[in-house]
């Protein structure tokens, strides 16, 4: 059974920065693209994408991360990262990991907790 886990929320001041990580196994296949989505904590807003980035590298950002976040992969350990800097109340929400497959399926993990708070 795939596993999707994130890992690395928590509290953090305004302006501070957190490393989220997302650990995959169990893939009978490569997983083509790594995303991370958002969704305020008490589920008030959709959930909405930050960041992906595919098996070649390319990337595409959300504008309200363009600047701040950086996605990465590790394709040989199916490991996804998201950095998050100068952090603002309202980047708080719960951090999701999807993994695709494309045109298969995708994997969702349970989420990581981001607040940002003075």
């Known amino acids: 059974q795939v596993q999707v886990v994130e890992s690395g929320g928590g509290l953090v001041p305004p302006g501070g920065s957190l490393r989220l990580s997302c650990a995959v196994s169990n893939s009978p296949s490569r997983i083509d693209s790594m995303a991370w989505f958002r969704q305020g904590l008490g589920g008030e807003r959709e959930r909405e994408l930050v960041?992906?980035?595919?098996?070649?590298?390319?990337?595409e950002y959300a504008g309200s991360a363009k600047g701040r976040f950086t996605i990465s992969r590790d394709n040989a350990k199916n490991m996804g990262y998201l950095h998050l800097n100068s952090l603002k109340p309202e980047d708080s929400a719960v951090y999701y990991c999807?993994?695709?497959?494309?045109?298969?399926?995708?994997?969702w993990g349970q989420g990581t907790q981001v607040t940002v708070s003075s």
């Open positions: 999807r993994a695709r497959r494309t045109g298969v399926v995708d994997y």
């Open positions: 960041a992906e980035i595919e098996d070649d590298g390319s990337i």
